[in-house]
């Protein structure tokens, strides 16, 4: 088959990932899919927080999209640029440069995470939007509290073991939960950390947490953290953040080692090389989602601006006509069956139809057994709210064994301490040479004090 024969989908997110599965169930007028995506693999984002808190194996939220695929070609490589005349795509792969042509072109490649939000975010805090994000997070939190127990100055031992959130999102209400259920459930494996030594401070600039959700669930939320110990601070700016911890706008500061952030995302640069329309750094797409006078290209998920055009208010009670796609999973999943149904109708020669997606809700967990959802306009919270959230991404993971390998972890959790294990990936030919994630000198003057076995 020759490639102006290609449907080449760029980024194998949830959005690509979707709309290549969906396409090869669809008549396609002799076309093939071809998926070409920076990663092996396609990450379930909602799931990042259980892996902070060791609920699962890092390896179970993401899926390998060549196991996701029946006969799409997969391609792995990133994307730099696009030959519109030739109708090619160039990507740079594991052989070196790479072009593939295309008859349709449909961009997925989503956003990055932003970090230039508020000074000393880049340099200081961790992001969290990748699956290495999340892994590196966990390690961090373990190497904090095993430095602990080897410290002897007070104010330093305070600011290691204080674990600072910005964002009272679904993401920061999440890993404030996790964090705070993992810390205490790994406490007594550290003897010379003491109760009061471990702490959680989720910082929103807002009123209220999940600005997303009803208020009434946005304080269930909030009761439910600070049940678990979290110090939820609303209404809470953050000025700047340096390797002392947090400065807070109202001139407060918050001594912490370890600052994770869980908002903002920015546009990805490749939106800028590929020569379509943006509006706030997203591609601007007609209400069938191709891209206007770019013939046969099309964009979805969150590198997209996509109206929608569902007429009726949505599950979360707001009035989605004429609003644009919010950046979320479900929009993701449902312009790409959208755009699948499109396609599918273009290539016959029939009409595409506009885009109308109605939310089914959203939900979020706060800690163990606990959490917050709203569903077809129906609130829940508590236990109902954490099964539910479960019993969602258990269904929206991809493959049957991934499927039981997570319900298994997460049973297992449920009975068995949680795991404390902090891999190193070190090599041999590493093994004697200085450790890489040796802490630098304390930025307080150290204690005289020797280190007090208990
Ligand atoms: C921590 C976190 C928690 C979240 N929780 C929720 C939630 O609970 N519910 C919800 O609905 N949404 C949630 N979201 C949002 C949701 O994950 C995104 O809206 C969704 O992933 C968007 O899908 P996408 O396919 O557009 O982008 P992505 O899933 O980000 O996929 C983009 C893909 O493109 C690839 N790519 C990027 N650049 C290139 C390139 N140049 N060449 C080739 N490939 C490229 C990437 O590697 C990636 O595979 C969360 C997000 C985060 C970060």
Not at 203 to 226: I, Y
Not at 248 to 265: H, K, P, R
Not at 316 to 327: D, S, V
Not at 357 to 372: C, E, I, N, P
Request: overall charge positive; aromatic content about 6%.
């Amino acid at each position: 088959m020759t490639d102006d024969r290609n449907i080449v989908i760029v980024g194998g997110g949830f959005a690509g990932t979707t709309l290549a599965r969906r396409l090869e169930r669809l008549p396609l007028a002799g076309h093939r899919v071809v998926l070409v995506s920076e990663e092996s693999t396609t990450t379930f984002h909602p799931m990042l927080a259980e892996v902070i808190g060791a609920a699962v194996f890092p390896e179970h939220v993401v899926a390998p999209i060549r196991q996701m695929l029946r006969t799409s070609r997969f391609v792995m490589g990133r994307v730099g640029a696009v030959d519109w005349q030739r109708r090619v795509v160039v990507a740079s792969t594991l052989a070196g440069e790479h072009e593939i042509g295309f008859a349709h072109l449909v961009f997925a490649f989503g956003a990055r995470a932003d970090l230039d939000l508020v000074p000393g975010l880049a340099e200081h805090a961790l992001p969290l939007k990748l699956v290495g994000d999340a892994i590196f997070i966990r390690n961090r939190v373990l190497q904090r509290v095993a430095r602990i127990e080897l410290e002897s100055d007070r104010l330093l031992r305070r600011r290691l073991g204080h674990f600072v959130i910005v964002g009272g999102g679904f993401s920061g209400v999440e890993v404030a939960g996790q964090l705070a259920d993992f810390l205490r459930g790994v406490r007594r494996y550290y003897p010379r950390v003491d109760d009061g030594e471990l702490r959680v401070t989720l910082l929103e600039s807002a009123g209220r947490l999940l600005s997303e959700l009803p208020p009434s669930l946005g304080r269930t939320a909030l009761a439910s953290l600070m049940q678990r110990g979290v110090d939820v601070r609303l209404g809470t700016r953050v000025a700047a953040v340096d390797s002392a911890g947090v400065r807070l706008v109202d001139g407060t500061t918050l001594a912490s080692e370890t600052v994770v952030c869980t908002i903002g995302t920015r546009p990805n640069p490749l939106v800028e090389r590929i020569g379509v329309a943006l509006a706030r750094g997203r591609i601007v797409t007609d209400a069938d989602l191709s891209i206007p006078e770019r013939n046969g290209a099309w964009a979805i998920g969150d590198c997209a601006r996509i109206a929608n055009g569902a007429a009726a208010a949505d599950a979360l009670g707001r009035t989605a006509a004429a609003a644009f796609a919010p950046p979320t999973a479900q929009f993701a999943v449902a312009e790409a069956n959208a755009l699948a149904l499109n396609l599918a109708a273009h290539l016959a020669g029939r009409p595409t139809q506009p885009f109308r997606h109605v939310s089914k809700g959203a939900m979020a967990t706060t800690g163990h057994l606990r959490g917050v959802a709203v569903l077809f306009g129906m609130r829940v919270s508590g236990l109902p709210a954490w099964l539910l959230w479960r019993a969602y991404y258990l269904l929206q993971m991809p493959t049957l064994g991934r499927k039981v390998r997570i319900w298994v972890e997460w049973t297992w959790a449920m009975f068995f301490a949680a795991d404390i294990t902090h891999l190193r990936f070190l090599r041999s030919y590493e093994a004697d040479a200085p450790r890489r994630d040796a802490s630098p000198p304390p930025a307080t003057a150290p204690s005289a004090n020797p280190i007090t076995t208990h």
